[in-house]
């Protein structure tokens, strides 16, 4: 893997205006507060923090949606000004077009880039296939069920072929079952296609499984508290890490993190030879 910078978050802030209760003023309110992270070209982050710790509104300003009160986002040194077509979103609730098929969604990137009909038809059959809806081609969202949509939002994500892909807790609506398959899914499609994927999620479990590196954020203002190295070997399936003794480690030192533990729960030198991660420090810039 190389270990180029693909996504440079830079000092990043975010203020909502929000209401006074009880009047019609405006307060200023402090989302997110002097982010900054480095995604390497080819790395699967994860951050991992609580429910309104600002993970979306960070998600949101890279993906270009929004902007942010300070600060800069590049990739590959390219400041970013909107959304566009190099960075793949795929968002809690799937987001599908209703009135178009599975394979009528999965192309829409692709008429956006104008590609011609033939080549869409391959293009499109090869993510379908790759998230296993093959034969599902000619339905309709309606006739699918939560994980099958999510799928669908993955392979149109994945089908006009941006480096990075950003998601948004892509997994938080679907069963613990489904779930699981969507996690191994996503796996097997990073191992095969190289991506920069950011991942956000507020399960310290799917942080710490899928990632190469977890960054955890707490919230009031959102920042991100430290960064985790995941030591787990690779290539990963779901079903054999939770097995695994170094797993439930690291998950538990996360969790300390995110609950600003200090317990007995140290990494003491002997210990250290036998664990899978590395803490380094918050700040890589
Ligand atoms: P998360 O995705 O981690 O759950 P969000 O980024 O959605 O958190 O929200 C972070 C904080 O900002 C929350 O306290 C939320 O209520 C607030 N917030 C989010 N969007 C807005 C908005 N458009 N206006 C005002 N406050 C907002
Ligand atoms: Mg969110």
């Not at 955890?216 to 190295?229: A, C, F, H, Y």
């Amino acid at each position: 893997m190389s270990e180029r910078n693909k996504i440079v978050i830079k000092n990043i802030s975010r203020v909502y205006q929000i209401n006074k209760s009880n009047s019609k003023q405006k307060k200023e309110f402090l989302a997110i507060k002097n982010i900054d992270l480095i995604v390497k070209k080819g790395e699967f982050l994860t951050i991992v923090g609580p429910s309104g710790c600002g993970k979306s509104t960070l998600l949101d300003i890279i993906a270009g949606l929004s902007k942010p009160n300070s600060g800069q986002i590049y990739i590959d040194d390219k400041l970013i000004t909107g959304p566009s077509l190099d960075r793949g979103i795929v968002m809690q609730g799937y987001a599908l077009l209703p009135w178009r098929t599975v394979r009528q969604n999965v192309e829409f990137g692709l008429e956006i880039k104008g590609l011609p009909k033939a080549m869409r038809k391959e293009i499109s059959s090869r993510y379908i296939h790759l998230v296993g809806l093959n034969n599902f081609e000619d339905r309709f969202p309606f006739e699918l069920s939560g994980g099958m949509k999510q799928r669908v939002a993955i392979a149109r994500a994945l089908a006009y072929d941006p480096e990075v892909l950003l998601m948004d807790e892509p997994f938080a609506a679907v069963d613990a079952q489904t779930r699981e398959v969507l996690q191994d899914e996503l796996l097997r499609i990073w191992e095969e296609t190289h991506k920069t994927i950011l991942f956000i999620t507020h399960s310290i479990d799917e942080a710490v499984a899928l990632a190469d590196r977890v960054a955890i954020m707490t919230s009031n203002p959102g920042t991100i508290k430290e960064i985790v190295d995941i030591k787990l070997p690779r290539p990963r399936r779901i079903g054999d890490i939770r097995t695994s003794p170094d797993f439930s480690w690291i998950k538990h030192r996360v969790w300390e993190s995110l609950h600003d533990g200090h317990s007995d729960l140290k990494i003491s030198t002997h210990q250290k030879k036998d664990v899978a991660i590395e803490i380094s420090p918050t700040a890589v810039l």
